[in-house]
């Protein structure tokens, strides 16, 4: 069996933006990050994926950059990255870096020359084409809204935009590109960074001759990406990058891949195929989404039986081939108390902590989100003037605005539960202003349950989820059956207790999880077992076949 430390590893995803202000303008900061390390050190993560840090216009916080190798002026400069990095290193935890590369900001230096002249040597750094009947060149629409293509008058040519106009498309059939992307990852790589999260990177190889989707007029918003993933090429660009560059490193990756199904995983991060080590599939993260057409956009309860299955799939297709990464959150995801859980006063912190243990006992990487550990719920905003991201105000536009699909009260309430800001605003440190985000303005409203849920009361409360969070770290590097266990799940039709198996040699777990707010009554062969013994619960005693809302368990035995 293959054992590596990025296996073993425990993720912790900081926003920066939204994480910690220490000069007041109203923006997280690096700073802010490095009076943070000993938080995320003491909670048991050992790696921090930082979102895009680099230069930036911000018309997708970060996501669009217009520098590679410099740092964006609101977080900081490349010094205080420096400082972050060693004092990072010093404490044992590791660095994992955003690489946005299938597209850049139209700020960037290469879509700059890209776009003055035809003959210009970047030209071809992007997707350039002639108007088709006076229009755009094909029916691909953005994954925020709109055609994806954009017309500029100087050269009278499109080009590709999958996600915002301000960020175009890197072509990766011209080798040039690539070498210049290998070449910012050696930057950092060099710098001593230990791995990347790759953002779409599943997009970068386009179908030669870009024919149109025959499914663009059933496509809705947030639902373009299909035709343009897992492209012809995108395994040898990647075995390539991974030749050149990463095989050189002793790194962590991960690839955030849309559309792709396990089999497509286990090419892209099968043991022997030498590309990456994890993906981020979405999956599980689509189970929620609307019947009616409009993509991610709806208040639609997630089926247990559905989820079970989802999960339990990636579980056993990948076993032994390849390796799942874990997540219900990050910066894209609204926040998992209030979408699977329960997140009323009573059950928040119950259903946190089930979700928690649900989903680090799998086999994976477990990847934790700012604010996760502390139970953080979605926010609700009244007016849409108070959310920023540009998804969700281009969605707004184009559903209630453009095409009158919902009403504005509908359309509220889709973003309530479904908005991308719901993870974005600011991390709740303590009861003070602001959440102790900033004492200045902050870029985006606090969630005002800051005043009831924050680090503060987290850590003063033996608890807390947070607590909760840091046993089930510590008992990752006690037992390698929460690693390397393999996984069975039981009673794939209960729709109100998930419960799987794991085991690896002679150790065992039994994890059993209720999902409702009453109690159920399950027997499970476990509880005859008297070599078994609880490890962990979100309740302080064992009623055994009661499990009572939200009940979480895992029990550990050897054969
Ligand atoms: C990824 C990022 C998301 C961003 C998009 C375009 O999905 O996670 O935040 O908007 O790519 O870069």
Do not use: C
């Not at 993906?279 to 189970?287: C, D, N, S, T």
């Not at 849409?384 to 605005?401: M, R, W």
């Amino acid at each position: 069996m293959q054992k590596n430390w990025w296996q073993e590893a425990v993720v912790y995803q900081v926003y920066p933006r939204s994480f910690q202000d220490t000069d007041n303008d109203g923006i997280g900061d690096l700073k802010g990050i490095l009076q943070h390390l000993d938080y995320v050190k003491n909670l048991g993560a050992n790696v921090i994926w930082l979102n895009p840090i680099y230069k930036s216009p911000n018309d997708d916080n970060g996501y669009d950059i217009a520098d590679y190798r410099d740092i964006m002026q609101e977080f900081g400069t490349m010094a205080d990255f420096d400082k972050l990095l060693e004092a990072a290193h010093e404490k044992g935890l590791k660095i994992m870096m955003d690489l946005v590369v299938n597209h850049t900001s139209d700020e960037n230096h290469w879509f700059a020359e890209s776009r003055k002249n035809k003959e210009n040597k970047y030209r071809d750094y992007y997707f350039w084409r002639d108007p088709k009947n006076s229009r755009e060149p094909n029916n691909w629409k953005s994954n925020f809204g709109g055609s994806a293509w954009q017309y500029d008058p100087k050269t009278e040519q499109y080009y590709l935009h999958i996600f915002s106009k301000k960020q175009p498309d890197l072509n990766w059939d011209n080798a040039d590109v690539r070498q210049d992307v290998y070449g910012v990852m050696k930057f950092w790589l060099d710098k001593g960074v230990d791995g990347f999260r790759m953002d779409v990177i599943n997009l970068i190889s386009k179908q030669p001759g870009l024919p149109d989707d025959p499914n663009a007029d059933k496509s809705t918003v947030e639902d373009a990406m299909g035709w343009v993933a897992n492209g012809p090429k995108v395994h040898d660009y990647l075995r390539e990058m991974n030749q050149q560059v990463l095989s050189k490193y002793d790194v962590i990756t991960v690839g955030e891949t849309p559309e792709a199904k396990t089999e497509d995983a286990i090419k892209y991060t099968g043991f022997d195929r030498h590309e990456l080590e994890m993906v981020f599939q979405f999956e599980h993260m689509g189970l929620d989404w609307s019947k009616n057409g409009l993509g991610k956009w709806s208040t639609n309860k997630v089926s247990l039986p559905e989820l079970k299955e989802v999960m339990s799939r990636w579980q056993t297709k990948l076993n032994g081939k390849a390796w799942n990464s874990l997540y219900w959150n990050n910066h894209d995801q609204p926040r998992v108390v209030s979408r699977f859980g329960n997140d009323s006063e009573q059950y928040r912190v119950l259903s946190a902590k089930m979700l928690g243990l649900l989903l680090h006992f799998m086999q994976g990487t477990p990847y934790i989100y700012q604010g996760e550990e502390i139970g953080m719920t979605n926010v609700h905003f009244d007016n849409i003037d108070d959310y920023k991201d540009l998804e969700t105000l281009n969605a707004y536009h184009e559903i209630v605005q453009d095409k009158k699909q919902v009403t504005s009260d509908q359309m509220m309430a889709y973003i309530h539960h479904s908005s991308r800001d719901n993870a974005r605003t600011p991390m709740q440190w303590d009861a003070t202003k602001n959440a102790g985000f900033t004492d200045g303005t902050p870029w985006i409203k606090v969630n005002p349950a800051y005043k009831q849920i924050n680090v503060s009361k987290a850590l003063n409360d033996p608890n807390s989820v947070y607590y909760f969070y840091k046993k089930m770290n510590e008992l990752r590097s006690q037992y390698d059956v929460i690693v390397y266990g393999n996984y069975s799940l039981l009673d794939p039709k209960d729709n109100e207790a998930f419960a799987y198996e794991r085991q690896l040699d002679q150790q065992h777990l039994f994890i059993v999880t209720n999902f409702t707010s009453h109690v159920i009554k399950r027997n499970y062969k476990v509880y005859n077992d008297q070599k078994s013994r609880l490890l962990l619960s979100n309740y302080d005693d064992d009623l055994k076949r009661d499990l009572r809302p939200y009940e979480a368990k895992v029990y550990y035995y050897e054969e």
